[in-house]
């Protein structure tokens, strides 16, 4: 097949994507937290999580769901009051941990968050985030869909290749901040950043902003 049927929209896909997914927001912080904690079972697990969700996201917008939760606004207020309540609490869990700040000790790194909580913080601030299906399968999956029939596919494969090297970069790559983070007030500051950005996102999306 010609290049610029398959190569070309694969990276306009890249791209666009990464041009989306790189930003400052919920999941992107606690993915970049989790990562610097360094155990290697969460990380691997989170980062499988985000990068197959935003795969199943970007398909489905493809397949032309979009047009359904354009139709059905509902499906959206519902899971913006849900995401924005649960984002105000981590938010606030997050503050308080900036007056309790922590050191990253070898014989706490094991911690006390297990995969399984981890896993499933994961998926609410995917899932309960209205902004994820704008953002993927109404706006990725309509930009997808102006490829044509064939070239459709390949620009959404290189938008799902763009989440998956983020999410890895942003996971594994963490583990490098590992000595600056031995430091409480260096908890204490992503902490606080973390605070600021569920909390903000949660009463913007609780406002309907």
């Not at 207020?77 to 849900?82: G, H």
């Not at 601030?125 to 953002?135: A, R």
């Amino acid at each position: 097949m010609p290049l610029e049927t398959t190569l070309l929209p694969a990276v306009f896909g890249l791209g666009t994507g990464l041009a989306l997914i790189i930003a400052i927001g919920a999941q992107n912080a606690y993915v970049l937290r989790l990562g610097i904690a360094g155990r290697l079972r969460i990380v691997v697990a989170i980062v499988a999580i985000c990068a197959i969700s935003d795969a199943l996201l970007i398909a489905a917008g493809v397949l032309g769901i979009g047009v359904v939760i354009e139709r059905a606004p509902v499906a959206l207020v519902i899971i913006r009051i849900v995401g924005s309540a649960f984002l105000i609490v981590y938010g606030l869990l997050a503050a308080r941990r900036v007056v309790r700040p922590q050191t990253l000790e070898p014989a706490a790194q094991h911690g006390s968050i297990s995969v399984k909580t981890a896993a499933l913080t994961t998926l609410a601030l995917t899932w309960l985030n209205p902004h994820v299906y704008l953002d993927t399968i109404v706006f990725l999956g309509s930009v997808a869909n102006q490829q044509g029939p064939a070239e459709r596919w390949w620009w959404a494969g290189g938008a799902m290749l763009g989440s998956l090297l983020w999410f890895s970069a942003l996971g594994f790559g963490a583990r490098l901040l590992r000595p600056f983070f031995a430091r409480p007030n260096s908890w204490r500051i992503l902490d606080a950043v973390i605070a600021v950005v569920m909390l903000t996102l949660g009463i913007r999306m609780a406002v309907g902003f």
